[in-house]
Every structure is written in structure tokens, then in C-alpha cells.
């Protein structure tokens, strides 16, 4: 990933940041209508990890800019 632009960083993060937030939304609604078994805040929390992660590259190829 070294010799990547910083766009293609940020559309790479920003994809996963997006998709995965998105997902983490519609099994928060899930979990939230009922269906509060283990398996559904398992993947919860799988999601918010997976979104957190998108956004933590992004902020990071952000801030090593100027570098």
C-alpha cells in the first residue's frame, strides 16, 4: 500500500468506512427490532470493528499527507 496515491487510499478507506457503516446500521436495526440474540451482537460488533477500521485508514492517510 506504500506506493499507492493518496486518493486511491482515501476511495480504498472511504469504501470500507461506507459499506461497513452501512451494514453496521441496518444489524443495529436488527438487533434493535427483536432479534437480540448472540449471533447478531456477535456480528455488531464485528461490523462497528470493520467501520471503525475504515475510518481509522482514512484519518490516518490523512494526517501522513505531508509526508
Keep these: 500500500m ?3 496515491s493518496l ?3 482515501l476511495i480504498y478507506f472511504g469504501v470500507i ?3 461497513s457503516a452501512a ?3 441496518l444489524q ?3 438487533y434493535q427490532n427483536g432479534g437480540q440474540s ?3 451482537a456477535m456480528l455488531l ?3 462497528g470493528i470493520l467501520a471503525a477500521f475504515g475510518i481509522g485508514g482514512f484519518v490516518y492517510s490523512i494526517a501522513r499527507k505531508g509526508r
Design 23 to 25: 451494514f453496521f446500521a
Design 38 to 40: 448472540t449471533w447478531e
Design 28 to 30: 443495529f436495526y436488527a
Design 7 to 9: 486518493k486511491a487510499r
Design 17 to 19: 468506512a461506507l459499506v
Design 45 to 47: 460488533i464485528v461490523w
Design 2 to 4: 506504500k506506493k499507492w
